[in-house]
């Protein structure tokens, strides 16, 4: 478990942390302004432990920082290794209290003597990066990746971010090879969600679950299918999908295979929708459902809920993602 550290409160310098899954804000629960960013004050603190030898107890393990290594170093290597997840809640002086045991995790910050490195995240990030491991044709539980390898398990999103650790310093925020898709005009020391950027401001702050009306939503996009329209250039690769009919882009839809991060969506209502009117042009909603960018807060390829864009966000945050994608 995390060990104390004294008076951590007193010694770190008053930062912002952002997770290091979304690159959005960490909330205290007194700094929110209504219930919908709750989301923001629950966290979850990832680190990684060993078995000692006789497989009865768990000892997190050490990493030390070095000028001339880019990332922590773990030291000594140990052979059954897993990434641990402590739920915890936030108090912007880099510190997660741990919520079973009180006892201070503190973000990212690691010196050459060596200690434990944690990483926060929050807790809906955490499940939704679950999710999209759950929606990889193969897990590979390994902390090893293959050079350009997408990931397929915690252990690997673990290495992810611990290649992304600079080891000379402590950080409130991970570099990430997109900036997380936007928000780096509010996200500074401190979060002020109306600076620069006030539409990512938005978009961060949004949860990415617990929306009760996504299907609806999604379906309030439909159009009436038209005779002749281009779609060559819209999502989903025109080749792989050539002289397929409406009943099997409907289909597609509700069953939800080609668009993972849909998983909630209601199947039933979609196909209740092409039995009760019609004839609708799912081939057009569906490319571009299949379009990367429709997370943008200036995209007006389709009408969808702030929170369901932020989901698409964090997915294409987790598709991307590569050991060593920060290394210039």
Not at 105 to 114: L, N
């Amino acid at each position: 478990m995390p060990t104390k550290t004294g008076s951590p409160f007193q010694t770190i310098p008053r930062n912002q942390i952002y997770c290091c899954i979304c690159g959005g804000p960490f909330l205290e629960p007194s700094a929110r302004d209504d219930e919908s960013k709750d989301w923001l004050t629950r966290a979850v603190v990832l680190t990684t432990g060993h078995t000692t030898p006789d497989d009865a107890t768990i000892k997190l393990d050490t990493f030390r920082s070095h000028p001339s290594v880019p990332f922590p170093e773990l030291h000594p290597e140990h052979a059954q290794r897993r990434v641990l997840q402590f739920p915890a809640a936030y108090d912007e002086r880099n510190g997660f209290p741990v919520v079973a045991s009180g006892e201070n995790a503190v973000a990212m910050d690691i010196s050459m003597a060596g200690g434990h490195l944690y990483f926060p995240v929050h807790q809906l990030c955490y499940h939704l990066a679950q999710r999209f491991m759950d929606s990889q044709p193969v897990s590979r539980d390994t902390f090893q990746t293959q050079p350009g390898e997408e990931i397929s398990s915690v252990k690997q999103l673990w290495e992810v971010l611990l290649h992304r650790m600079p080891s000379s310093r402590s950080q409130y925020i991970l570099p990430e090879p997109h900036d997380y898709y936007g928000g780096a005009g509010c996200r500074n020391v401190y979060w002020e969600p109306d600076d620069g950027e006030p539409e990512y401001g938005e978009l961060l702050e949004a949860a990415p679950m617990g929306m009760a009306s996504i299907t609806e939503d999604i379906l309030k996009n439909l159009q009436p299918e038209a005779p002749e329209k281009p779609k060559a250039e819209i999502g989903i690769n025109e080749e792989e999908t050539v002289g397929y009919g409406q009943d099997w882009w409907c289909e597609a839809l509700a069953n939800k295979k080609p668009l993972p991060w849909l998983w909630d969506l209601d199947g039933e209502l979609v196909r209740e929708k092409k039995r009760n009117g019609g004839p609708w042009d799912w081939e057009l909603l569906m490319r571009k459902l299949s379009r990367p960018e429709i997370h943008e807060p200036s995209d007006t390829t389709l009408n969808l809920p702030v929170g369901l864009r932020n989901r698409r966000r964090i997915w294409r945050c987790l598709e991307e993602a590569r050991v060593g994608d920060t290394v210039s």
